[in-house]
């Protein structure tokens, strides 16, 4: 090529000359192959990651599934190496590591556990039986027994002083002697107190009786949250208050439940108190059917007002009854005839 040809094809490209001529060369050399882009890596890194280093940071991200963080605190604690948590990153992503699989990737907290509950009221009971710390001054030690519906969140509180199948059969016939609703299936972990007699007690009466996996206190979430409520808001109140008899101790916490079924808002329920989704879901006034059930000659007794009865008052029972008319402290004892079983009921 002439000199002349050369000055005249290096002003009229957007490259400099130097870059005209090393590209000339390659060709002359390699041909066609010489004009495809090379890695532009440097020969030497004084400073990169030794390949042991990267090794033992791609056997903790395969074998532990630990992050970035997770990984310089291991290196730094048992191996005295320094990393920072964008180099690991770096590596990680690098060698393809970047993304965990599927069982293991970081999921958003709304999206890891997902909130369920059984259509109809009494179609699942979660059980569970709970040591109560000893309060300041008692002499005696006590357990709960809490039973709570899956579709409403109604709940029923025992106290013992004893924790053993005994009391827990006990317990369960209490429980379906209180609730409102006819139980289909308890569901309870793998406690002592839960085992042959209390589930042949169970299946006696009628009812299913299931076992939770071993381990997983999260699959009976409901009942074990609601125990957290307890420490929470009812015996974080009882310090400093001697209580020292079981039956003391049980009107104490027959208030309370009489508290949370009627009148504590609940988050999982849109704010709605147990007793006003059990409503809700039943269809119909309460009241009306635990009035078709219930006999009393001075009136019909429910846990949001006195009813008199309708020759005495001389007019009918209220359609729907509004929560506010509720008394302070609402009649605890709820029998199980005062509703009508939901599934019998559309069956008819």
């Not at 359609?319 to 009508?340: G, K």
Request: hydrophobic fraction near 30%; glycine fraction near 6%.
């Amino acid at each position: 090529m002439a000199t002349s040809q050369r000055r005249t094809t290096t002003t009229a490209s957007p490259i400099t000359r130097q870059s005209f001529y090393k590209w000339q060369r390659r060709y002359a050399q390699l041909g066609d192959a010489g004009l495809r882009d090379r890695s532009s890596r440097p020969h030497r890194s004084p400073r990169a990651t030794r390949e042991e280093v990267v090794g033992k940071i791609v056997y903790l991200r395969q074998t532990y599934h630990f992050g970035p963080l997770k990984i310089a605190m291991y290196l730094r604690r048992y191996h005295d190496l320094t990393l920072s948590q964008s180099g690991i990153w770096r590596i990680l992503r690098r060698l393809g590591l970047s993304r965990l699989p599927a069982s293991q990737r970081y999921r958003r907290y709304r999206e890891r556990w997902k909130r369920y509950e059984k259509p109809q009221p009494g179609h699942q009971v979660q059980i569970d039986a709970k040591f109560i710390a000893p309060l300041r001054g008692a002499r005696k030690t006590y357990y709960q027994c809490t039973a709570i519906d899956d579709g409403t969140r109604l709940r029923v509180l025992r106290i013992y002083d004893r924790l053993g199948q005994k009391s827990a059969i006990q317990f369960v016939d209490y429980v379906l002697e209180k609730l409102p609703f006819h139980v289909e299936r308890t569901q309870t972990d793998n406690g002592s107190e839960f085992q042959a007699a209390f589930h042949w007690h169970v299946l006696d009466r009628g009812i299913d009786h299931v076992y939770i996996k071993p381990a997983t206190p999260r699959l009976n979430g409901k009942v074990e949250r609601s125990q957290r409520i307890d420490a929470e808001e009812f015996y974080r109140m009882l310090d400093g208050v001697v209580v020292d008899d079981a039956g003391v101790f049980n009107a104490k916490l027959q208030e309370w439940e009489d508290f949370y079924n009627y009148h504590r808002p609940h988050g999982s329920l849109g704010g709605q108190t147990p007793y006003e989704r059990l409503r809700q879901r039943v269809g119909s006034s309460v009241s009306d059917q635990r009035q078709l059930h219930t006999v009393s000659q001075e009136g019909i007794r429910t846990p949001d007002l006195f009813l008199e009865r309708e020759q005495a008052s001389g007019s009918g029972p209220r359609d729907e009854i509004q929560m506010n008319d509720a008394p302070d402290r609402p009649t605890p004892r709820v029998r199980e005839a005062a509703f009508a079983r939901v599934t019998r009921k559309e069956a008819a």
